[in-house]
């Protein structure tokens, strides 16, 4: 099965092995990404004021570039899920019909059919979690994961749609697949501080720091995002505090992890938070 | 600033956020679940009560609406379903209408430049700049 | 030969007169054909405007008036009273309701006038085809069905037992006193609820006048008002409640522990039990799901201990009718399912608990026999936060009204806790206190004056640090965020009507409002009946109310059933439908578009029959009769095409 694929911006470098795991586990899981030609930033975050119609031709455009390749577009960074989901559906949405006209006129490229934004995580559960469990060929092995969704992938929640807001559990249904232990606690979908990081960074460490803490009170080993901003101010709000307490990894690591890529495929490197040391203490590297 | 002046920025903003503010009974549980809501002055419920009063110009000179990081969980849990996040937005539109930059892209610290992902300063950029 | 017809218009104060221009409308109905007077008087429904009427049938010789007035709900009865005292077939009365349907939806002064000469030209074309009809008159079965034994249903039953009439009481569960059994103490006196509750179960399980059938569930119910058949369904209990003496052995003997819903989960009982002691009828039942006999496991334990002999693995279900002229619903309530607020962390957050696990905590026949305990460690909790509106008056995930209730029982669980924990703080996150009741306000003044903090602010979202439990909270009136870390958290969740009574009125097509509970015949005048004749409802299956307000109105159910079983005999409304046999081809159209069974097509005849006592005149057998063979009494087809060609 062959999907149009956007990686966005984040995805192509601060964020490659999310964007690299994602990939190839994608290939041992029995489906395959093509990235959209040419695309282009889908704006990073949306924009909710009612006549801000500029700040939609971005997203648009992309869904119309993903129109002529398929009916579905999958998307693996939460943020340009949120907003390519969001400009999807307010394009469509009733009372905005003029203002969708003058959107068009600003996008270059024709629609062929209507697009549907899905995560890459509802490509894996639609694949079916048993046809998952049997490419499986290094068991979590009991580790203890929290799933942490952040705010991108549940709200706003009659847009996305995506599971239940106060307490998704796709992912967590993928790492019990992959072997592990789902850790369930308060913080899944919780602000982790965003954007906040650039001009208010205390504010924004405090917001990480309680999720990992709370993912700690429950019993975590380890936590898996799906969002780079996620991921860097999870790492890097442990980092500035001095106590690192828990790794964490981009869902797609571990899932390549335990779909059997090297380890010089799931990008380690890259983490803030080095987890090869603790991989190798829990056996799994 | 006179009271028509400032009623006339309460419709603006209504209409700006597609919120009505009479829809708020001042509950506080946006202020409760704000993850930012100690640091922020005047937290989300203050807010509304200032644009419920016609107090637009008080909201619109505070900081607190620069401290929002659009997590979308005060709207996900109000049970008056009214979105304050999209308030906020409102809010800053018009300063930012106005020309008045929150952050300055050009002193960003190199290091971050390296570190932080461009999400952020995206995100960040568009919610706090011209 | 036209009839002699009179209008009368009513200036309803300045209802109508304000809006309708009355003096040219009576000049208007006076040129409709066959009006021969026309007046008009301030307020017709008063004594002068009724001997107004009276007289002016007389003099004139009337053979049909219309009413110009309010909505026939309202003085329907009046005028056709007022016709009939002046010897006019009341059924000769009509009204054309120009208030409700006219000058309080119309602004303009003409084209009210223009409609309100429309509506008055409508129904004397009608009165002119009215036939003189004559009520139908029906037996009463002088016996009452009750459903639901909590304290409104007990009460409903007893007020009519002690009348003399017999009742039947019917109860899902094994025992009766519902949600009332579960409660600690009552507001606002603080009178244990055990104790106030047991001589009405007990008054209630030996009264001579009450069938009492627990573990029982309505089936069905045919027939009509004065003269219903019920089907009662009782569950097997596999226990011969005549020979059980209650004696307990077996609850000590009996190898299964399952959790005790009666306690919220928070103990575990045996397989075969009794919801609690002083239940009535004091009878153990069996758990079928849970028993390891009849899961087909061996067992046998309880029939071997049995010193009566009472056990009966083979029992079945079993179907009682009865025959009643009355139905109460007293359906009760059950509370929110607040695990569906998943930020609250009910269910998963330990000492998270709901207002009704709290109850049982603080009574002394809980799970900590009334000492105040957390349910995860047995520990002493030194900070309690109690949240209400936990689901009430949230149109997001919630329900949108107040429940009513939760004030005042959460102001007296906070109170309760600070009796038993002296050093423990009892914190209150609440959006409004809400207390209008007789002693209310002063019992909320106790709480706060006994030290219980009140903070305003809804709380957003519960999570768990180390072993105690965060709560976000904020203070509105000083515009702050709030973090409280307690021991413990009791949620107030909203009272929501207990489902199987929705499911019960659904099938009864008894009507409820959007969220279930059952709807009165009219909010402020009728509030104990509902719109369908014989049943009357009570309790909080009509909405949230407290018990004091719930024995009041059960009361009132009772009396309204005893109004009607002190009359000789029911009257039920001639404007029913009628078949032409000569045009029926007995095709069924009607007997299928009937909502009250009371059309049959006659298996031997192959004509439809209707039932006119069953028949509440809705004519939608008349419009679904392809052949045109049904026709309503006074709504016949000629009468209606005239009343719109007008």
Sequence with gaps: ?285 | MSSQDNSQLVSQIEELSGQRVSDCYQCGCCTAGCPVGELMDPPPSRAIRLLQLGRAQELLASEGIWVCASCLVCGTRCPRNVDYAKIAEACRALILRAKRSQVDPDVVDDQDLQDVPQQAFIASFRKFSV | MKRRIGVFVCHCGINIAGVVKVPELVERAKNIPGVVTALDYVYCCSDPGQRLIRETIQKERLEGIVVACCSPNLHEATFRKAAAEAGLNPYLCEIANIREQCSWVTSDRDAATEKAEGIVRTMVAKVSHDQPLVRLGVPIVKRALVVGAGIAGIQAALDIANAGYEVVLVEKEPSIGGHMAQLSETFPTLDCSQCILTPKTVEAGRHPKIRLLTYSEVAEVSGFVGNFRVKIRQKPRYVDLDACTGCGICLEKCPVRVESVFDRNLTRRRAIYRLFPQAVPNKVVIDAQHCRQLQGKKCGVCAKVCPAQAIRYDDQERIVEEEVGAIVLATGYELFDSRRLGAYGLGVVPDVIDSLAFERILSASGPFAGEVRRPSDGRVPKRVVFVQCAGSRDSNQGVPYCSKICCMYTAKHALLYRHRVHDGEAVVCYIDVRTPGKGFEEFYRRATDEGVQYLRGKVSKIFRRGDRVVVWAADTLAGKKLEIEADMVVLASAVVPNPDGVALARRLKIPVDGWGFLSEAHPKLRPVETLTAGFFLCGCGQGPKDIPETVAQASGAAAKVLAMFGQSELYHEPVTAVVDEEICVGCGNCERTCAYEAVRVDPHRGKAVVQAVMCEGCGACSVACPAGAINLKNFTKQSLTEMVDV
């Design chain 1, 1 to 285: 099965m062959k999907y149009p694929y956007y990686p966005g911006c984040t995805l192509y470098s601060k964020a490659r092995n999310l964007d690299r795991c994602g990939r190839l586990a994608a290939a041992r899981a029995g489906f395959e990404l093509e990235e959209l030609p040419s695309w282009n930033c889908c704006g990073a975050i949306y924009n909710t004021n009612t006549d801000d119609l500029a700040a939609q031709v971005g997203p648009v455009r992309v869904l119309a570039k993903a129109s002529q390749q398929g009916r579905r577009l999958v998307t693996l960074c939460a943020a340009c899920y949120n907003v390519l989901k969001r400009a999807n559906e307010r394009l469509h949405a009733t009372g905005f019909e003029q203002d969708r006209q003058r959107i068009l006129e600003f996008v270059d490229e024709p629609f062929e059919q209507d697009v549907e934004v899905v995560h890459y995580l509802e490509v894996l559960k639609e694949l079916g979690w048993d046809a998952i469990r049997q490419r499986v060929v290094r068991s979590l092995n009991g580790l203890k994961v929290a799933s942490y969704y952040g705010c991108l992938m549940v709200r706003p929640r009659e847009v996305l749609k995506f599971d239940d807001p106060e307490n998704p559990v796709v992912m967590d249904e993928l790492m019990a697949t992959l072997g592990g232990e789902p850790v369930r606690f308060d913080f899944k979908a919780e602000c982790c501080g965003g954007y906040l990081v650039i001009n208010r960074r205390a504010v924004a460490d405090a917001c990480s720091l309680r999720v990992v803490e709370n993912a700690r009170t429950w019993g975590a080993e380890a936590i898996v995002t799906t969002c780079p901003l996620c991921q860097y101010n999870l790492e890097s709000a442990q980092l500035r505090r001095g106590t690192v307490l828990t790794p964490v990894f981009y869902f797609t690591q571990i899932l390549g992890l335990a779909l059997g890529l090297e380890p010089a495929e799931l990008g380690f490197e890259d983490n803030k938070l080095d987890p090869v040391p603790f991989l190798k203490e829990k056996g799994l590297l």
